[in-house]
């Protein structure tokens, strides 16, 4: 693997330059690209908001801005900061258009739009991001015979519709159990809150392990806190859901107000819905960012799905457990 000297600040140091996690970079606000991948290194660039770039490469770098996260991704003209930009693909499918039983789907682009019609020009309900999940339920063509839209199901609204060379069609075995031979109680996830490292262990082996994102505090409008973070003591798996619109945070105008669709892999474990779930609208993995659950990248979140019980059904909408105890074993610290 090639190497690179950073020298921005006076100091030498040799950086690892490795693959990018994906080919594709999607801008989660606006950022900047600098010579080096340094916090003081010259500002070369901007990017704008929802922007897609091509990831060159990535390296570690101990001029970042935090210490939890120093990924940089090395991109056309210097590097960008690895927490503003969301790795992804950008795939076009080949639509399916006759739809006898609704599936499910995930955006295979940086960026679509969710729309009120069968047509691009149609009103805008809101931008769908790389890894999002949907259920088709319908597939029509616009009125000029040009493109095929799925109409699609957030979990509240089923009269929406996206392009469907957009949409990858997940497959059944895509969510086939990991691990099914071993017993329940002998799986089992540690949560570590000031880590922000979750392990899974299997007979007391660790068998898997991730940087997540955990709940944190929020400032209001009226200067006081409200406390997110994610509650410590021993839990259950007691609900999966393929996609979840998530909304909160108090009213619109409030700070920490957000609407969320197509959040992927939600494996809820309290009665406060605070589950493993992906994160399109952070890369900021090690942080205290949530409002309390657990957030993975999709194919974290993805593993956590598959490896813990209840196994999912394809077919319905979320699976839940008939008994608290049927569930898979949390732990959170």
Not at 131 to 141: L, Y
Request: aromatic share 12%; hydrophobic share 35%; with cysteine.
């Amino acid at each position: 693997m090639p190497r690179i000297a950073l020298g921005a600040t006076g100091t030498e140091q040799n950086v690892m330059v490795s693959a990018p996690p994906r080919p594709f970079g999607r801008a989660i606000r606006g950022s900047v690209v600098r010579a080096e991948p340094s916090l003081y290194a010259k500002i070369v660039k901007s990017i704008g908001w929802d922007q897609s770039i091509a990831l060159l490469g990535q390296a570690e770098s101990d001029q970042s801005p935090t210490k939890y996260n120093q990924t940089w991704y090395r991109v056309d003209g210097g590097w960008v900061y690895s927490a503003f930009i969301q790795p992804c693909e950008n795939t076009l499918n080949e639509p399916i258009t006759k739809i006898d039983k609704p599936f499910w789907v995930e955006v295979s682009v940086p960026k679509g739009v969710a729309r009120g019609a069968p047509n691009e020009k149609a009103w805008a309900a809101y931008p769908v991001y790389f890894g999002s999940v949907f259920e088709a339920q319908e597939a029509v063509q616009d009125a000029d015979s040009k493109a095929w839209f799925y109409r699609i199901s957030d979990g509240a609204q089923s009269q929406l519709f996206i392009n469907a060379q957009y949409l990858r069609r997940i497959d059944p075995s895509e969510i086939t159990p990991l691990s099914p031979e071993v017993p329940l109680e002998a799986k089992s996830i540690l949560v570590d809150t000031k880590t922000r490292i979750t392990t899974a262990y299997e007979n007391g082996k660790e068998v898997f392990r991730a940087k997540v994102a955990t709940g944190a505090e929020f400032s209001k409008l009226d200067g006081t806190k409200e406390d997110f973070r994610t509650m410590k003591g021993d839990f259950r798996i007691y609900e999966k859901r393929f996609s979840s619109r998530m909304v909160g945070g108090g009213e619109r105008t409030d700070p920490g107000f957000y609407d969320l669709p197509g959040v992927s892999w939600c494996s809820y474990f309290t009665t406060s819905r605070i589950a493993f779930h992906t994160a399109y609208w952070h890369n900021d993995f090690g942080a205290e960012r949530s409002h309390g659950c657990v957030n993975m990248l999709p194919e974290h979140a993805l593993w956590v799905y598959r490896w813990t019980m209840p196994v999912a059904d394809y077919e319905q909408r979320f699976t839940r457990t008939a008994k608290y105890v049927e569930g898979s074993l949390v732990k959170v610290i």
